[in-house]
């Protein structure tokens, strides 16, 4: 299983480092990323395969969420289809 994982907020150092940190600790795979400065702000997008997590989707996105709070950004995770649902018209 696929999810997307987004990643915004202002920039500083270690948001990648923490988020990858906390995904491997959690069994899952980053398979593609790709990440931008905007001005003072940071937008990363990531494509993951949750397939061998240790945790069910839907609390994996709720501890992201939490990690995103800790360090001050705001982290989605979603299933792959439910967020090409959103972003196809």
Not at 1 to 30: C, H, P, W
Not at 53 to 80: D, N
């Amino acid at each position: 299983m696929k999810a997307v994982v987004t990643v915004t907020g202002k920039d500083r150092q270690g948001i990648i480092a923490k988020v990858s940190a906390f995904l491997a600790e959690k069994g899952a795979n980053i398979e593609d990323i790709s990440q931008t400065i905007l001005g003072e702000y940071f937008a990363m997008i990531m494509m993951v395969d949750i397939s061998s997590a240790t945790e069910e989707l839907a609390t994996l996105a709720k501890e992201c969420a939490e990690l995103g709070k800790q360090i001050g950004m705001a982290i989605y995770m979603q299933h792959e289809d439910i967020f090409n649902a959103m972003h196809n018209v």
